[in-house]
Each structure stands twice: as structure tokens, then as C-alpha cells.
């Protein structure tokens, strides 16, 4: 069974860093683009960042370029997301989610993933 387990989240202040991990298990995930999302309360789940397998291709949304950072470290099956300078407007559940397809470009869709964490709370207070 394929889990995607998400964690590092919590309450932070404005311009604080928190980095938040996404740790998979049941299959490998080396060769499959993975991506950032998050959902705010009475919003819709919006694209934050993607990585594709290998970490030389990374994808942003404008809000969050230049202060968030997606890796990933394939040996232990875990991508990253570093996110620095917060702001109360990133207050949100954060999600992971994999793509179910090798070898191909991080969609900036939720259409593009298979795979979704079950999420963790980040609230940036002001």
C-alpha cells in the first residue's frame, strides 16, 4: 500500500522557516516527479512547488518563488519542501503528492498526481 506521509508543519511566526517532510513508502518514488500543494480553509487546493525525479527540475507558484525550496533525497524516498520568510497568507494545509508516471516534467495540476498525503498544518500568525 502506498503511503505518502507528510510532517515538519506547525505554527511559526511571520518570517520564520519551517521545512517540511514528505516520506514515502510502499513503492519507490525515484523516478516519479512529486509536487507541493496547499489548501487554505474555504479555498481550493492550489499548486506550490514540483520536483521531478532527478531535482534538476523544479516548478514554483509566483507566490511562493524565491522564498520556498523543494529536494529530495531518493535513497531515503523523501522530498522536501524548505520554506522560508513566511507570511500569514501561507497559512494552509500543505499536502504532497507523486506522480504515478516516470520519467516526466512536475505537473503544476492535481491532475498530474496519483498519490496524496494525508497533509499538515501550517499557520503562520502575524
Known amino acids: 500500500q502506498v503511503q505518502l506521509v507528510e510532517s515538519g508543519g506547525g505554527l511559526v511566526q511571520a518570517g520564520d522557516s519551517l521545512r517540511l517532510s514528505c516520506a514515502a513508502s510502499g513503492r519507490t518514488f525515484s523516478n516519479h516527479a512529486m509536487g507541493w500543494f496547499r489548501q487554505a480553509p474555504g479555498k481550493e487546493r492550489e499548486f506550490v512547488a514540483g520536483i521531478n525525479w532527478s531535482g534538476g527540475t523544479t516548478y514554483y507558484a509566483d507566490s511562493v518563488k524565491g522564498r520556498f525550496t523543494s529536494s529530495r533525497d531518493n535513497a531515503k524516498n523523501t522530498v522536501y519542501l524548505q520554506m522560508n520568510s513566511l507570511k500569514p497568507e501561507d497559512t494552509a494545509v500543505y499536502y504532497c503528492?507523486?506522480?504515478?508516471?516516470?520519467?516526466?516534467?512536475?505537473?503544476?495540476?492535481?491532475?498530474?498526481?496519483?498519490?496524496w498525503g494525508q497533509g499538515t498544518q501550517v499557520t503562520v500568525s502575524s
Open positions: 503528492a507523486a506522480s504515478g508516471r516516470r520519467f516526466t516534467p512536475p505537473s503544476v495540476t492535481t491532475e498530474g498526481y496519483n498519490y
